[in-house]
């Protein structure tokens, strides 16, 4: 099955020159998708995607370079190649396109062959590109499903992304070597696709030669990403993630810094995730259990200790600013519950003054404190939707109680006389 021609976008401010882009386009079989503007190509980028942008330098409000700048600067679309059309031999334009990530440039008036020629030259190359994008999202989508093989490890890969892109921050790597710990993380245990689940959900000791088995998936895994070239910045990670400072460790017994550093980071964050989360052979721990782990295991010689310590810092920082970010939740919670218990009071003084007939403006002023009760209760629920564990339900039901003994105080309290 043929492929359609591609779909581009054209964006001019000035008609004839939208139409004269749009109809020469359509003519060799193009679908084309127009705006007049750099807020408009924004949005149609996003909801069309178009294999290509045609994009005139000068508009009024946002700039094509703006424009430009934007797109490649969006992790989405830094790869949708971007054509600027400009008036001929304006050298600094195309330098300050150049700086925004332009990929290519057109001059006006636009030469109808030329314009062919580099709109097929940069779809075709735009379509290599979806394709290993493809191919690397199959295997990120391959590390998922291992992963939901095991119940016990439902999350790993997200948390380990987490923790080694945290650590590599805290390590000032480059954002390319950012990128290859984040994918690293969900590709590193992609070899297991080939382990039975016999051997990889056994829940006692493996035998010698089921342990051998499971040692193959670091193999297996960098000959799987082998395949895939845009994978290449991560095939340390899955291929080392085992090994180990003193040569102890597999498939290939490095030692020290014959080890990837990119490596190194992962191995730290996976054990400290597999010893505070339950698996089949044995409970989770607590993280200051884990902490002391990750230290006697690095003495021993198998972890980096520089990196174990550093990770160790980073993790209980994080954990500090959470607590501390959940006491003020539980203190402003406490705040609102107040609030609500006065609230209430004043509901309740309202019913029992309606009931006493009080003047009308005292029951216009009581008929607003329904919707305050609503603003607090709100409130409430809020706090609980962001994690907030307190009895709230003991606090609802302190004020009810309340409510119905000072309904029945003020009610003695206003009683009319009895008439027979």
Known sequence: MTRKAGKVLVVDDYDPNLCGLRDLLQRAGYTVCAASNGDDALRLVREERPDLVLLDVVMPGMSGLEVCAELKGSRSTCLTPVVLVSGAQERDTRLMGLEAGADDFLDKPVDAEELYARVRSLIRLKRVTDDLESAESLFLTLGRIIEARDPYTEGHCERLAQYATALGARLNLESADLEALHRGAFLHDIG????????????????????????????????????????????????????????????????????????????????????????????????????????AEAEAGWWDARLVETFIDLH??????????????????????????????????????????????????????????????RQHRGWRQVGVRLDYADAKQAIRTDRANLRSQHRVAHQRPHVR
């Open 316 to 377: 209980a920082s994080s954990e500090r600013e959470h607590d501390a970010r959940r006491r003020a939740a539980e203190i402003e919670f406490g705040v609102a519950a107040r609030q609500e218990r006065e609230v209430a009071e004043r509901v309740i003084v309202a019913d029992v003054a309606a009931d006493a007939e009080v003047s009308e403006d005292q029951h216009e002023s009581a008929a607003d404190v329904p919707a305050e009760l609503g603003v607090a209760e």
């Open 192 to 295: 297991k696709i080939a382990i039975p689940d016999k051997v990889l959900l056994k829940k006692t000791k493996l035998t010698k030669r089921e342990y051998r088995q499971m040692q193959q998936h670091p193999i297996i895994g960098d000959a799987l990403c082998r395949t895939v070239r845009s994978l290449d910045s991560v095939r340390a990670i899955v291929r080392h993630h085992h090994e180990r400072m003193d040569g102890t460790g597999y498939p290939d017994n490095l030692t020290g810094d014959q080890i990837p550093l990119l490596a190194r980071i992962v191995t730290v964050v996976d054990v400290f995730d597999a010893i505070t989360t339950n698996r089949p052979y044995r409970r989770a721990v607590s993280a200051d259990a884990a902490y002391a782990t990750l230290r």
